[in-house]
């Protein structure tokens, strides 16, 4: 192993990392779920919320929701659902898990490849720390963001093992797990690249003319550019699938902007200014956002400049790189794995993000830890270890302060307003959480002012929506809704709720509508059956509900509602027998189902089965008091 370091220092340094990853991040785990995204992964996806079932587990390697195909994000997600049901600590504790696993890899892949323990230790440090990191790990959301991560660095530690003795043996678990984190999140697209550059440094594996590169004293594999080239091919072909995977999946859902909608040039522009933001929050990481808008066109001079920075830093270090290949190699590590996400193909409403930049900064991390030279005097050393020290030691603090406004949607919200301007998304959400604390007025001047921002910010419309018909304003409620469809209407759960609306006024036509609109849009919501079903019953067209209720079951075969509603009209029509095996399953799943019991006690008085009849009546009084009347209305379970 290429490394000139004591199991004690490679020990000794683990336990640091781990030690200040907890440390910063203690907190977390007590946070909860959030209302911007935490409701497409978590809250509100009821194929997460079912756990690990083979038809979820189906669902995660087959569905594009929320704009990717990361079946392993959903599974992990799955899993804790599984382990937590909806308790938010235990989310948030697999991600801060996942983040110190990413790290403590970071520093053992780094350590193998250089055998310089404190400096790749250095780069670990800065890694696990950085504000702008907090997003990735505080935000339920951002599961890809760490999961995807974690691969990464064991593709780069199985990069490191084949490297050392190249065989398909080894080749084999670098693909596999490259694999397994394209499954969790495409960034992986550019770790190709990656690995390219790292074969120029530390690795030594280029050869020009027959003259070795950087080489290191103990990598002895040394390859032409060609090979390395054709050796990373069957990596490239997965990440130019995974790309067009995903660029699909983004237009399915309307996330990739048209160009109409937003130029070319527009893009480019904001890219390089974007390149120069990223440098600027990681040496100033104060005023950080959950969301930053897009500024739409930038004036002149500030593309200029940022080409002008950008191309001046390059021209600088491209210059020294013979002499200084960890400059060019972090560098290009920086700006390589930025493209994906830097705006050219233009994915929502911002202008940058900060967990964009989880895996990008580690080529800026590398370009500091190494730019020391090794060969100072003591004094030297020791204050260049001093401010490495109180560096870590500021971001910690910073990323422990930033961690603590992911604590709710209010706190996030509230500072996102107070450290930007024109944030549409940020008055929206807050407005939300305001109303969802009974801080109704303020809300809807929130709502409000998300409007006068952008007029056509379908969010503020649908939660007005949801408010107006919380309180009852079913009119208000209807035109928001309608005014959001307009902007967005392939939204199941404005269809959904509209149907709800219509059939609490009797308008049952209207309610089958948008239940089957809401079908269209997510044909595997077993609940959204069940509740045409109920509809289509009420509207007297039994048959049809019939058939609803059906495919509730088939979608969810555990589903006691949709069992027992099916039985209801099965027992009015007179099929007795058919109706008591419904009856019979919905209490199989259900057992404390009083509907279930007494409308079931019904049907075997009908069959003379007084005895067990009296049974189950007398079971559905004890669960439910109400149904020691003689007369009950029918209940359904929606």
């Known amino acids: ?37 935490d409701n497409i992964y978590v809250t509100k996806n009821h194929h997460v919320l079912a ?23 959903w599974l992990s997600l799955m899993l804790d659902q599984e382990l937590y049901g909806m308790h938010a600590g235990g989310y948030h504790g697999t991600n801060v898990l996942l983040h110190l696993g990413n790290t403590l890899l970071l520093f053992l892949a780094l350590m193998r490849m250089t055998g310089a323990p404190w400096r790749s230790g250095l780069v670990a440090a800065l890694f696990a720390l950085h504000p ?36 398909w043996q080894r080749y084999l678990p670098v693909m596999v797990v490259f694999i397994l984190g394209l499954m969790s999140k495409a960034m992986l697209v550019t770790l190709p690249c990656v690995l390219l550059l790292l074969d120029y440094w530390p690795l030594g594996r280029l050869r020009y003319g027959g003259s070795m590169v950087n080489r290191h004293r103990l990598m002895i594999n040394e390859r032409s550019i060609s090979y390395l080239l054709l050796e990373k091919m069957p990596l490239v072909i997965l990440s130019v699938l995974s790309i067009g995977l995903t660029f699909y999946a983004e237009r399915g859902i309307g996330a990739v902007a048209a160009l109409q909608n937003l130029p070319l040039d527009t893009r480019i522009a904001n890219a390089f200014t974007s390149y120069v933001i990223y440098i600027y929050m990681t040496l100033w990481p104060l005023d950080l956002a959950v969301f930053y808008p897009h500024p739409g066109s930038l004036p002149w001079w500030q593309t200029v400049s940022a080409f002008l920075i950008l191309g001046g830093i390059s021209a600088c270090i491209f210059f020294n790189a013979k002499k200084h290949p960890y400059l060019a190699v972090g560098w290009l590590w920086y700006l390589v794995t930025l493209i994906p996400v830097i705006g050219i193909i233009q994915i929502g409403a911002h202008a940058y993000a900060d967990r964009y930049t989880y895996v990008p900064l580690i080529g800026i991390f590398i370009m500091s830890a190494w730019i020391v030279p090794g060969k100072v005097n003591i004094f030297w050393k020791r204050m260049t270890w001093a401010v490495a020290v109180g560096a870590l030691a500021l971001t910690g603090y910073l990323s422990f302060i930033q961690a603590g406004y992911w604590q709710n949607d209010l706190t996030l919200f509230r500072h996102a307003l107070t450290v930007t301007e024109g944030n549409y998304v940020a008055e929206g959400l807050y407005a939300t959480a305001l109303i969802e604390r009974r801080h109704t007025q303020e809300g809807l001047v929130h709502y409000q002012k998300a409007l006068a921002i952008k007029p056509n910010y379908e969010p503020a419309y649908y939660g007005l929506a949801v408010y107006f018909q919380r309180v009852g304003k079913y009119d208000e409620a209807i035109l928001n809704y309608r005014h959001f469809l307009a902007i967005d209407p392939k939204h ?147």
């Open 1 to 37: 192993m290429p490394i000139n370091c004591s199991r004690n220092t490679k020990a000794f340094i683990c336990i640091i990392l781990a030690t200040i990853v907890l440390a910063v991040f203690r907190n977390v785990p007590e946070f909860g779920f959030l209302g911007y995204d």
């Open 51 to 73: 756990g690990l079932t083979w038809e979820s587990m189906r669902w995660a390697f087959t569905s594009l929701e929320a704009g990717f195909w990361h079946p392993l994000t």
């Open 132 to 167: 702008l990191h907090v997003e990735s790990v505080a935000w339920i959301a951002q599961r890809k963001d760490v999961l995807s991560t974690f691969f990464w660095m064991l593709t780069l530690l199985c990069y490191v093992r084949y490297v050392e003795g190249p065989g």
């Open 492 to 638: 199941a759960g404005a269809h959904e709720n509209l149907a709800v609306i219509y059939t609490q006024r009797g308008d049952y036509p209207k309610a089958v509508f948008h239940y089957r609109e809401a079908i269209n849009i997510d044909p595997t919501n077993a609940a959204l059956y069940n509740k045409l079903g109920n509809a289509l019953r009420k509207d007297k067209r039994e048959e049809e509900a019939i058939i609803a209720y059906g495919e509730a079951i088939r979608l969810q075969p555990r589903h006691a509602g949709a069992h027992n509603n099916i039985a209801m009209i099965l027992l009015r029509k007179g099929k007795t027998e058919a109706a008591i095996g419904h009856f019979r399953q919905a209490l199989i799943l259900q057992p404390e189902y009083a509907n279930a019991h007494y409308y079931l006690s019904a049907a075997l008085r009908k069959q003379g089965k007084w005895q067990e009849a009296r049974q189950h009546e007398d079971r559905a009084g004890q669960i439910n008091p109400a149904y020691q009347r003689k007369h009950k209305d029918d209940h359904e379970q929606e």
